[in-house]
């Protein structure tokens, strides 16, 4: 018997999520000092000064013990900064863990969950791991003014009877693509009481407030509504690995009989609750992924590519052609870019909005694959 055969039937039919390439690995194997990594949608104008300060004066005394495991100090920061209920507030090590966590606590075998194609992959993993069945929504058309974006009468037509779980993330990733308030208050309105409604919006921070609404904004049109965000991107702390939902208490009470806990650490706890307050920092960010967002677009588009609408910390690049070869291509030369090929646009490369002086390694790499590939 196979060891894959006593897993459960839900562990069975997964595939691991694919993290993309390790950069320590990339570099020694090219004998390169320095990567362009562009790949990961990190945030390469850095975590708050407030951060590296205070993570620079730990002495790591305090290691033995546990952490606060109901993380109260993040949560009163969370709350200040949200204005949600701290009883709300659910932690995770990472958004990624909540967005499993709330299907292994809501999903049973024969429950539907329904989410958007090209959506963020850890999705239809957890669907599939919880037991559900996966209810894939067909994206709207390249032509559309939200090119390969959820399309919410799809997305409304696909709720029936047997869901339990609905996923969006807005803005989503890897598209860039968005609803407005409109778009998600209809939505919300359509969702039967008994599903719960996950609103991933790990990109929040970057967004343009006037054209992507706060889902919070809209929590009485839903009982069962849950806002996942991260320290992750644009606070600069993935390797620290913090994230939060925000729901009604009587849903994060559940979520607590299922929590890890512990999952958010001792210094994780300090940095978050550092990050969250320093609104100056998360301004400039915000400001300059905005500047080199439109500058990494039209590089793209003065090599002749296509760019996609983007409220995110990255941009969906189209080649016309298979795109794999052409990431491979820049991986050589010290660039790491994200294929798409996995979320069925093997066309597209995902980039990440980095430095200028990255932009510039990219733009001369990429010119000089396309002239090698013409």
């Not at 967004?207 to 009485?220: I, K, N, Q, T, Y």
């Not at 913090?242 to 999952?263: C, H, I, K, M, W």
């Not at 609408?309 to 080649?319: A, K, S, Y």
């Not at 291509?329 to 870019?337: I, T």
Request: hydrophobic share 45%; with cysteine; aromatic share 6%.
């Amino acid at each position: 018997m196979r060891i894959e055969d006593l897993a459960a039937p839900g562990v069975q039919r997964l595939k691991a999520y694919d993290p993309g390439y390790d950069p320590d690995t990339i570099r020694r194997m090219l004998g390169r000092d320095r990567l362009v990594e562009l790949g990961s949608n990190e945030n390469g104008f850095g975590p708050s000064p407030r951060v590296l300060e205070l993570l620079r004066a730990q002495d790591f005394g305090d290691a033995i013990r546990y952490p606060d495991a109901g993380a109260r100090q993040l949560k009163v920061a969370i709350a200040a900064r949200t204005g949600h209920d701290p009883a709300g507030i659910t932690l995770g090590n990472g958004s990624h863990e909540l967005l499993v966590l709330i299907a292994e606590t809501f999903v049973a075998p024969g429950d539907e969950v329904v989410f958007p194609q090209h959506g963020f992959a850890v999705f239809k993993l957890a669907a599939i791991g919880s037991g559900g069945t996966p209810v894939e929504v067909p994206a709207l058309p390249r032509t559309d003014a939200m090119p390969l974006g959820a399309d919410p009468v799809a997305m409304a037509a696909a709720l029936g009877p047997r869901t339990k779980l609905v996923y969006l993330a807005n803005p989503n990733n890897p598209t860039g693509t968005w609803w407005d308030r409109e778009t998600l208050a209809g939505f919300l309105r359509q969702v039967p009481e008994h599903a719960v409604v996950v609103i991933d919006e790990a990109y929040r921070e970057y967004v343009d407030e006037a054209l992507v609404p706060d889902a919070l904004s809209l929590r009485e049109l839903h009982p069962h509504l849950v806002v996942t965000r991260t320290f992750s991107k644009a606070h600069g702390l993935a390797a620290l690995r913090v994230g939060y939902a925000l729901s009604s208490p009587a849903l994060a009470q559940v979520l607590e009989r299922t929590r890890l806990t512990f999952n958010a650490n001792l210094y994780a706890q300090r940095a978050a609750t550092a990050a969250i307050g320093d609104t100056a920092h998360l301004d400039h960010v915000r400001a300059a992924n905005a500047t080199q967002r439109d500058e990494l677009i039209a590089g793209m588009q003065r090599l002749g590519l296509r760019t996609f609408p983007t409220q995110g910390n990255f941009v969906l690049v189209e080649f016309g052609r298979p795109a794999k070869p052409i990431e491979e291509a820049l991986l050589q030369r010290g660039v790491l870019v994200r294929p798409m090929g996995g979320y069925g646009l093997p066309d597209c490369l995902r980039i990440t909005v980095g430095l200028p002086d990255e932009h510039a390694v990219l733009f001369a790499a990429l010119a000089e694959v396309l002239e090698e590939l013409r």
